[in-house]
C-alpha cells in the first residue's frame, strides 16, 4: 500500500473542518434542484453548481476553480508526488466548504487521466475521502468521452463530428456519426504532460516545438485514420481551448466576448503562436485570456490545435462552453440527448420562461405564427435554416424583458437573447435573433448591427433582420385571433384570414400597426378578408 506523503496531515489539518458532513452529503436539501460537480484534472480543478430543469437544461449558477496541477512533477512511472497530493488536499478541502456553505446540493466529484494513470491514484483518492469527505470517481477513458459528447450535445446538433477535450493530462477525441457517440479515443496529449516531456526551455527552443510538433501530429493522425470519416466538424472544450478562444477575441476585437461558440482558425493559432513565441512564462501571464495556469503550457495546446485542424482537414474548432461537468450533471438528470438545434433552444427558451417569469405559451403562439409567414417567403428572399432558427427563437423570447420593464421590453429581451445561454445558436443566428428582438416593438435597428458586428454577420443581415422583425411585430399583433396565410397575386399579396371570424376582436388600429411594417420591409400588400 502506498503511503500517505509525508507531513501530509500536518499541511491539511485545516481541511478537516471543511469536510462536508457525510449526513448531509448523502441526503442534500430536500426539494433542491441544485446539482454540484468537482472535476478535477490534471492541471485545474473545478467545482460548479448547476441549476436544473425539467426540460433537460442545466446552467450554471456558482464556480470554484483551484489550480493544484496533480500532472506536474509525476515520478518516472507516473505518480503523483507528495506535493500535488497536498495541493490537491487543500484545493478539494476548499470546495468541501463551499459545498456546506451552499446547502450541500448533491455532488457528483470524478477525476480524470492525472489520478486513472497514476499508481498511486487509488491512495489519492482515499487521502482526499479521509481528509475532505469528498469521494472522488476516477474516470475511465471511455467515460470520459462519454460526458464530454454528453456536454457538447447539449449545446450543438451534432451529425458527423469530432469533440475534442485538451486537458493538462490527456485528448480525448470524441466521433460521432448522425449525432450519436460513434468511436472515442484517449491520447496522452494533454498541454501539461507534452511540456514536461519535450519542453526544457522557458521560452521553448525551436528544435523543441519541432520534436513536440511530430510527436503530435504522428498521433493525432493515427488516431483520425482509425476514425475512417471525413467532412468533420470540430467541436472544442477543456480550459486550453477557452483559453485560446478568450486571447484570439482580445487580439481581433472581435465583437462578442463570448467563447462559446467562437470558431478557432488556423489564423488565430499562427497570431497567438507568434506573439508568444519568444515571452518566457512570466509575461505570458499578463496576456488577455492566458492567465497564470496555462502560460507555460500554451505552446503545446496550440501545436495539439494546430495539428487537429490539419488532420481533420476542418476550417475551424467551434468552442463549446458546455463539457464534461455539464455531462455529469445532464446524465444525472437523464437528458434527452441528441437533440435538434430547433430542439435545444426551445428548451433553452422554456426554462427561460421559468426564469424571468414570461408567458412561454403566448411566445410558442406568436413562433408558430411568425412561421407560418417566413415559410411562405423563405424561397424568395433567400433564408434557410439559419434564419429560420433565429426568428423563432426571437419569437419565443419577444415577451422576455417584461420581467425588467414593460415600457421597454424589447430593448431588454434582445439583451437576454444576446446574454441568456440559449443553445443550439451560432454567434449570428443569435444576433440575428436579438436583433430581430429590438425591432419587433417597432424600434429602429439596433447600431451594431450596421459596423459593431461586421466580423459576424453577412451582407444583407440587415435587411433580412428588418424583414423578420417586421414578420415577428405582424405575428405578434395577429396571434390572438388564430390568423390563416397564404399568398395571392402572384406573390405580391398576403392574405389574412380568421378561423373565427365572430371571436375576432382585433380593432383596426392595431390591423393597421400590423400591416404596415410588413408591407414597406417585404414589399407586399397585405389584405384581410375578414375580421
Known amino acids: 500500500m502506498v503511503q500517505s506523503p509525508g507531513g501530509l496531515r500536518a499541511r491539511v489539518a485545516r481541511s478537516r473542518l471543511e469536510m462536508v458532513d457525510r449526513e448531509t452529503e448523502s441526503h442534500p436539501t430536500r426539494g433542491s434542484n441544485a446539482i454540484g460537480v468537482v472535476d478535477v484534472g490534471s492541471n485545474t480543478a473545478r467545482l460548479v453548481v448547476f441549476d436544473t430543469h425539467p426540460a433537460g437544461v442545466v446552467r450554471p449558477v456558482y464556480e470554484l476553480k483551484e489550480i493544484p496541477r496533480l500532472g506536474y512533477g509525476t515520478g518516472p512511472d507516473g505518480s503523483l508526488a507528495p506535493e500535488a497530493i497536498a495541493r490537491g488536499v487543500e484545493s478539494l478541502g476548499r470546495f468541501a466548504r463551499a459545498l456546506k456553505d451552499l446547502g450541500a446540493p448533491r455532488t457528483l466529484a470524478v477525476c480524470t487521466s492525472a489520478v486513472r494513470d497514476a499508481p498511486n491514484g487509488a491512495e489519492f483518492v482515499r487521502i482526499i475521502d479521509r481528509e475532505t469527505g469528498i469521494l472522488l470517481r476516477v474516470l475511465t477513458g471511455a467515460e470520459e468521452?462519454?460526458?464530454?459528447?454528453?456536454?457538447?450535445?447539449?449545446?450543438?446538433?451534432?451529425a458527423n463530428d469530432l469533440v475534442i477535450d485538451l486537458?493538462?493530462?490527456?485528448?480525448?477525441?470524441?466521433?460521432?456519426?448522425?449525432?450519436?457517440?460513434?468511436?472515442?479515443?484517449?491520447?496522452?496529449?494533454?498541454?501539461?504532460?507534452?511540456?514536461?516531456?519535450?519542453?526544457?526551455?522557458?521560452?521553448?527552443?525551436?528544435?523543441?516545438?519541432?520534436?513536440?510538433?511530430?510527436?503530435?501530429?504522428?498521433?493525432?493522425?493515427?488516431?483520425?485514420?482509425?476514425?475512417?470519416?471525413?467532412?468533420?466538424?470540430?467541436?472544442g472544450i477543456g480550459g486550453t481551448v477557452r483559453a485560446v478562444a478568450r486571447a484570439a477575441i482580445d487580439l481581433r476585437e472581435y465583437p462578442v466576448p463570448r467563447v462559446h461558440g467562437y470558431p478557432v482558425r488556423e489564423h488565430d493559432l499562427e497570431a497567438l503562436s507568434e506573439l508568444i513565441s519568444e515571452m518566457p512564462t512570466a509575461k505570458r501571464r499578463a496576456l488577455p485570456g492566458i492567465g497564470i495556469e496555462r502560460a507555460d503550457v500554451m505552446d503545446a495546446g496550440l501545436v495539439v490545435l494546430s495539428e487537429l485542424l490539419r488532420s481533420s482537414k476542418a476550417q475551424e474548432i467551434v468552442v463549446s462552453g458546455t463539457g464534461i461537468r455539464e455531462g455529469l450533471a445532464l446524465e444525472a438528470i437523464r437528458a434527452d440527448l441528441p437533440a435538434s438545434n430547433e430542439i435545444l433552444a426551445s428548451r433553452s427558451t422554456e426554462a427561460a420562461a421559468d426564469r424571468f417569469s414570461f408567458s412561454r405559451d403566448r411566445g410558442t403562439a406568436v413562433a408558430a405564427t411568425a412561421l407560418t409567414i417566413?415559410?411562405?417567403?423563405?424561397?424568395?428572399?433567400?433564408?434557410?435554416?439559419?434564419?429560420?432558427?433565429?426568428?423563432?427563437?426571437?419569437?419565443?423570447?419577444?415577451?422576455?424583458?417584461v420581467s425588467i420593464d414593460l415600457w421597454r421590453h424589447a430593448h431588454h429581451s434582445a439583451y437576454l437573447v444576446r446574454n441568456y445561454p440559449i443553445w443550439g445558436l451560432t454567434h449570428r443566428e443569435t444576433l440575428l435573433a436579438a436583433s430581430i428582438v429590438a425591432l419587433h416593438a417597432g424600434d429602429d435597428l439596433p447600431s451594431g448591427m450596421r459596423k459593431g458586428f461586421a466580423p459576424i454577420l453577412r451582407p444583407g443581415d440587415s435587411g433580412t433582420v428588418r424583414q423578420l422583425g417586421a414578420i415577428l411585430q405582424l405575428a405578434g399583433l395577429l396571434a390572438p385571433a388564430d390568423p390563416r396565410f397564404s399568398l395571392a397575386g402572384g406573390g405580391k399579396t398576403l392574405a389574412v384570414s380568421f378561423s373565427r371570424p365572430a371571436d375576432t376582436t382585433l380593432p383596426p388600429r392595431t390591423m393597421e400597426k400590423a400591416r404596415k411594417p410588413v408591407e414597406r420591409e417585404l414589399d407586399i400588400e397585405v389584405r384581410y378578408r375578414d375580421g
Open 374 to 401: 417566413f415559410d411562405l417567403f423563405a424561397d424568395s428572399h433567400d433564408w434557410g435554416p439559419s434564419e429560420r432558427l433565429a426568428l423563432r427563437v426571437a419569437a419565443e423570447m419577444h415577451d422576455a424583458g
Open 167 to 235: 486537458g493538462g493530462g490527456s485528448l480525448q477525441i470524441v466521433e460521432t456519426r448522425l449525432g450519436a457517440l460513434a468511436n472515442s479515443v484517449s491520447l496522452p496529449l494533454g498541454g501539461l504532460r507534452l511540456t514536461q516531456r519535450f519542453v526544457r526551455h522557458d521560452p521553448p527552443k525551436e528544435r523543441e516545438l519541432d520534436n513536440l510538433r511530430g510527436y503530435v501530429r504522428d498521433t493525432i493522425r493515427s488516431a483520425i485514420t482509425a476514425f475512417g470519416g471525413s467532412d468533420y466538424r470540430v467541436y
Open 145 to 158: 468521452a462519454r460526458y464530454d459528447y454528453l456536454g457538447v450535445a447539449s449545446a450543438w446538433a451534432l
